[in-house]
């Protein structure tokens, strides 16, 4: 644990700061944040990224994922009391920040808001940025904890603002901590009410590498949308099943759409998809296009739990998968089979995807890919059927030669 002195702030007297990293815990940030009586007043411990897409000099668009915070700092965190609100504020990176403000009433306590500062100035993490400068992103989400209980929210939660969208994981909070101790009593998200009896869903492992993980049953069919405001701009549909290899273990994974979460992001070149669910942190779908009249699937990111408690994540923007013209959209019932890495390899199963020109929520017309393309079996058939005939008379001709010639002698 690597912990941080900070000198004195107004309202919280002496702030003792602690960050755990993620090679250390599972939790990527933790913080216990003491008032002037060294008492806890403050305490939070969660997992974030952020995912920002961008245009750059060229006109084209970027996304960039930010996971790693590097050395943090906590200027500005605050404990607050009845007059005034409580605060985590953190510092990253070049002109990066992130805070989140609580308030509390007689009985609740409340995470009032969330704010995200990035810098489109700071080449390394946005190079080639057509527009420089720090944007700011305000999420109000007034949602009410009971005072004196723990929020604990383990499913991961998303927030989509102006493309920008925020992830946050494994999230354990607790605003105006009574009598210096964090309380027993939790407070759970949605998501987590509905799993607290459910055992997680894990992937099915084979000890073996060079085993072959035993099939599984096809995957339902999930339905994904993304919208811009209230007009949708992504429409998916399809069956998925994850191959994962790791640590010389394979593991097969159904997605089960029915407890998938969605999000994404549509801009004029790119569009993501994000599912995400009690297993899966994310799974990015990148979609872009190329020379101004096609679409295609160019990224794809994920990072997930596996069976032994190892996290999972891999990314590849370099794809060229699901090829379409712009106002059409790209389908393929047959098996399919998106390679992202020689670890991972997603299965696809009645695909129909469209994340360009959406129209009144409806796709349009299709174009398939290759494995349902049947007419091009007629050719292939009849073609065999000529050659085979072919074959028997030009047989029938050598044979009724060699009879026609058995019944001559040289004179």
């Not at 700061?17 to 403050?42: F, H, M, P, Q, W």
């Not at 492992?205 to 007009?231: A, F, Q, R, W």
């Not at 174009?367 to 050719?379: F, G, H, K, M, Y």
């Amino acid at each position: 644990m690597v912990c941080f002195r900070l000198s004195p702030v107004p309202g919280s007297g002496l702030v003792l700061l602690c960050l755990v990293l993620g090679a250390v815990s599972s939790y990527a940030l933790e913080l216990n944040l003491t008032d002037s009586e060294k008492a806890l007043c403050l305490y939070a411990k969660w997992q974030m990224n952020f995912t920002i897409p961008y245009e750059t000099t060229s006109k084209s668009y970027k996304t960039v994922t930010i996971s790693n915070f590097g050395t943090p700092t906590y200027n500005g965190s605050i404990c607050g009391d009845n007059q005034n609100g409580s605060r985590i504020a953190v510092q990253f990176g070049s002109g990066f920040s992130w805070i989140v403000n609580f308030t509390k009433s007689v009985s609740v306590y409340s995470i009032d808001s969330i704010s995200f500062s990035y810098n489109t100035g700071d080449n390394t993490t946005f190079p080639d940025a057509k527009d420089k400068g720090i944007l700011t992103v305000n999420e109000s989400v007034a949602f009410k904890i009971p005072l004196n209980d723990i929020f604990r929210c383990n499913s991961l939660s998303s927030l989509v603002k102006n493309g920008v969208v925020q992830n946050y994981w494994d999230v354990h909070v607790q605003a105006f901590v009574q009598n210096g101790t964090v309380s027993t009593n939790e407070y759970l998200c949605e998501k987590d009410n509905t799993t607290t009896t459910v055992a997680p869903i894990v992937p099915t492992t084979v000890p073996s590498p060079t085993t072959t993980p035993s099939p599984k049953e096809k995957p339902d069919v999930g339905s994904y949308l993304v919208k811009n405001g209230s007009d949708t701009c992504l429409l998916a549909t399809m069956g998925l099943q994850l191959n994962v290899t790791h640590d010389k273990v394979a593991s097969v994974i159904n997605i089960n759409p029915n407890v998938t979460g969605y999000s994404g992001s549509c801009h004029p070149q790119t569009a993501l998809l994000r599912l995400n669910s009690s297993n899966i942190k994310y799974l990015d779908f990148v979609f872009a296009v190329k020379n101004e009249n096609r679409f295609y699937l160019k990224e794809v990111n994920v990072s997930m739990y596996l069976a032994n408690g190892s996290v999972f994540s891999f990314a590849n923007n370099n794809l060229s998968y699901w090829d379409a013209p712009l106002g059409s959209s790209y389908m393929c019932n047959k098996e399919q089979t998106v390679s992202v890495s020689g670890e991972f390899q997603i299965n696809t199963f009645d695909l129909r995807v469209q994340p360009f020109n959406v129209k009144d929520g409806k796709y349009s017309t299709a174009q398939e890919c290759s494995l349902d393309d049947d007419t091009i079996l007629i050719p292939i058939i009849v073609g065999a059927g000529l050659s085979g005939l072919i074959i028997v008379i030009v047989i029938a001709y050598l044979i009724g030669r060699r009879k026609s010639y058995a019944g001559y002698q040289t004179l």
